[in-house]
């Protein structure tokens, strides 16, 4: 049951990531950086806040990135804004199990916009 959730939710998470410009804007205008918004939250556990979110694409597997955990109640990190291992919104999503980076997961940039809540 806990599996079939959790990959119901990184199915979702994905889906929306993948669409986001079609997603996300709504049918509204880009911001004047020209980004679609994002209906992406993630809650950072150091600290509790909920963070709003701009996905912007997927990410080849280059540098650092910090896992972004799909849970019943959302999406989760351990580390956000402030805190030293926070890389900036480069995540990946864990898809085979191993809570390492590797080949076989996805990769992309997702900035969290303060301030948190």
């Not at 910090?66 to 019943?72: E, I, Y």
């Not at 402030?82 to 980076?101: A, E, T």
Request: proline share 8%; hydrophobic share 35%.
């Amino acid at each position: 049951m806990r599996k079939t959730l959790l990959t119901g939710l990184v199915v979702g998470l994905l889906t929306i990531i993948m669409a986001v410009p079609a997603l996300a804007s709504n049918g509204k205008s880009a911001d004047s950086h020209g980004r679609p918004g994002s209906p992406v939250e993630v809650t950072v556990l150091s600290t509790g806040l909920t963070y709003d979110s701009i996905a912007l694409g997927e990410l080849p597997m280059h540098g650092r990135f910090q896992q972004l955990v799909p849970t019943a109640e959302g999406l989760t990190t351990q580390w956000g804004p402030g805190d030293h291992d926070y890389v900036g919104g480069r995540w990946f999503i864990d898809m085979d199990g191993d809570n390492k980076p590797t080949t076989g997961d996805k990769f992309f940039l997702c900035p969290l916009l303060g301030p948190g809540r």
